[in-house]
């Protein structure tokens, strides 16, 4: 039996290094998360300065360096490359999956959970996405929930549910070991959430045992802080608390405005994880009715509240926080997954369990979005039925005027989501077990051909006029100024290096100054008007929303 697990984990983590692996680098990197980590690891390789962040060789105070390190060692190896910018997610998308079902089978105590915990993040379509893409927050979140399980660990052996090989002191510090690398990797919202987790499940315990809380959190709190020092505190005796102090206020700011017009609805992070999460999303609503059947197994009492905790934790959290960006919720993608996982291996078992209402809306919502996914060829062939929905924005439209070769035959993307959830549907009747892999491999089958056919052809929409001029100006020793947007391509794309001028990061200086290098000022149409007011600047390029004005060297 367990040769045959130690199978079970060899099969799907083959397959999904096959999923995340391969071509990693055939589109370019996306405004502005991907390009913003890839671009400051670069300039780290650059400028030797592995200590402190940077952007256009300032100081970077957004963001810790964890994960910035870790693209910067993948880019020695492979080169300053999209796949290198990707690569450190894939492999912690492999080490994500083999925790996560080493961890199932133990934490639930049913037999097989974990092999289905992991299929559900594979097979599910943004935990599957997030590990083909150059962000940090996947490492941040497996961070997290590595410090919300050692600290559960903690909670179960204080009260002989299971067998632990440590004692709770150590779990306690491990958990804050984890939770100081989140840290490290994004900042504080990797002890927010666990300090809430743990808060929950404390409050439902009313308070009990406040000696063992309290010391053990201490604890925690303790090697939390130690961890983040083994950067923040050199990084204050050498450069002072400026950096620390800005990155702080950074912080809170993204707690009270919507960051950078990342404003949205309400409910937003609801609708993201429903349907982004899909199909484990609503698997997971029947999972989380099987938490009384888990209540009679007081070993996985504790972590089955830590995971409900730590999904109504992220929701209520990021619904109240004013930005609004689709990965901030993406650490619910552990317990909604789980509970899935959980679901499907109660049903291997009772296929009953699963209302038909439920089988039903998942057969609905993947023929929706498979269809939604197959006609966008048919789309792009006849892009002029859509213009009319982007009437008021002359950038959209200049955009939806980009070259873009469509094939009918590229549909099969959706088509492979719609033959999924109907064959799941059909199959799981009488065989279960088969119909959750197909629903599973179904999805994730879905999303890596979806990424292979359209993200290029997305891309030729949106950034690719951009990007292609900056590629053209990387043996070139020139200025390149945006103007009027925000952007980080330019620098990684155009290679800039660190100017001698220190005037050469006045903005307004490259707009109107006495230059000693040829500028390119790059703006999009609808802000066109700032370069066009520019004396001794010359239209050179125009694409697809995209202008470039010329200042040459002043003699």
């Not at 100017?499 to 609808?526: Q, V």
Request: glycine residues 6%.
């Amino acid at each position: 039996m367990e040769t045959n697990y130690g199978k079970i984990y060899w099969w799907l983590l083959g397959l999904a290094a096959l999923f995340f692996i391969p071509f990693l680098g055939n589109a370019h990197l996306f405004d502005w998360d991907e390009i913003n980590f890839a671009e400051s690891a670069r300039e780290m390789i650059v400028s030797g300065n592995y200590f402190q962040p940077q952007i256009n060789f300032q100081p970077f105070w957004e963001k810790p360096p964890l994960f910035i390190w870790l693209q910067a060692a993948s880019m020695h190896l492979f080169g300053i490359t999209e796949f290198a910018a990707r690569l450190p997610n894939a492999l912690i998308g492999l080490l994500t999956l083999f925790t996560i079902m080493r961890v199932g089978d133990k934490m639930t105590g049913t037999p097989l959970a974990g092999k289905y915990w992991s299929l559900a993040f594979l097979g599910s379509i943004l935990p599957h996405l997030y590990f083909r893409s150059g962000i940090m927050d996947p490492l941040f979140n497996y961070f997290m929930f590595l410090g919300i399980l050692y600290y559960g660990y903690a909670f179960a052996k204080s009260n002989n549910h299971g067998t632990y090989h440590y004692s709770t002191y150590t779990y306690a510090a491990l958990s804050g070991i984890f939770i100081g690398l989140g840290i490290l990797t994004k900042g504080p919202v990797a002890y927010l959430i666990p300090a809430l987790v743990i808060g929950i499940e404390w409050a439902i315990r009313r308070f009990a045992n406040f000696k063992f809380i309290a010391v053990h959190f201490l604890i925690l709190s303790a090697t939390a802080l130690l961890t983040t020092l083994l950067w923040f505190g050199p990084d204050i005796l050498h450069h002072g608390i400026w950096f620390t102090k800005t990155f702080i206020n950074y912080q809170i700011r993204l707690f009270t405005i919507p960051d950078a017009g990342h404003g949205g609805f309400f409910g937003f992070h609801f609708v993201v994880l429903l349907l982004g999460v899909f199909p484990a999303s609503f698997l997971a609503i029947r999972g989380l009715i099987f938490r009384k059947e888990i209540r009679k197994k007081n070993k996985t009492l504790i972590f089955n509240r830590l995971m409900s905790a730590t999904f109504w934790v992220v929701l209520i959290l990021f619904t109240i926080v004013k930005s609004k960006i689709v990965h901030y919720s993406s650490m619910a993608y552990f317990p909604l997954t789980y509970y899935a996982g959980f679901a499907v291996a109660k049903v291997i078992k009772n296929p009953i369990e699963i209302p038909a209402s439920i089988k039903k809306m998942i057969l609905v919502v993947g023929i929706f979005l498979g269809i939604v996914v197959s006609i966008v060829p048919f789309i792009g062939q006849h892009i002029d039925l859509i213009k009319p929905f982007f009437a008021s924005d002359p950038f959209a439209q200049a955009n939806l005027a980009a070259t873009v070769n469509w094939q009918l035959w590229q549909g099969v993307a959706g088509i492979i989501l719609i033959a999924s959830v109907i064959s799941w549907y059909f199959v799981q009747a009488n065989k279960p077990k088969h119909g959750y892999i197909i629903l599973f491999l179904g999805t994730a089958l879905f999303v890596w051909t979806t990424l292979s056919l359209y993200i290029n052809k997305i891309e030729a929409y949106s950034q690719n006029a951009a990007i292609t001029f900056y590629e053209s100006k990387q043996n070139e020793d020139c200025y390149i100024l945006p103007v009027g947007y925000f952007t980080y391509a330019h620098l990684f794309y155009a290679r800039i290096k660190p100017h001698a001028n220190p005037k050469a990061y006045d903005a307004e200086w490259l707009k109107t100054g006495p230059i000693d290098k040829t500028t390119y000022l790059i703006s999009k149409i609808t802000t066109l008007d700032r370069l066009q007011k520019l004396t001794d600047a010359k239209e050179i390029y125009r694409k697809n929303g995209f202008v470039v004005f010329v200042r040459e060297k002043h003699q």
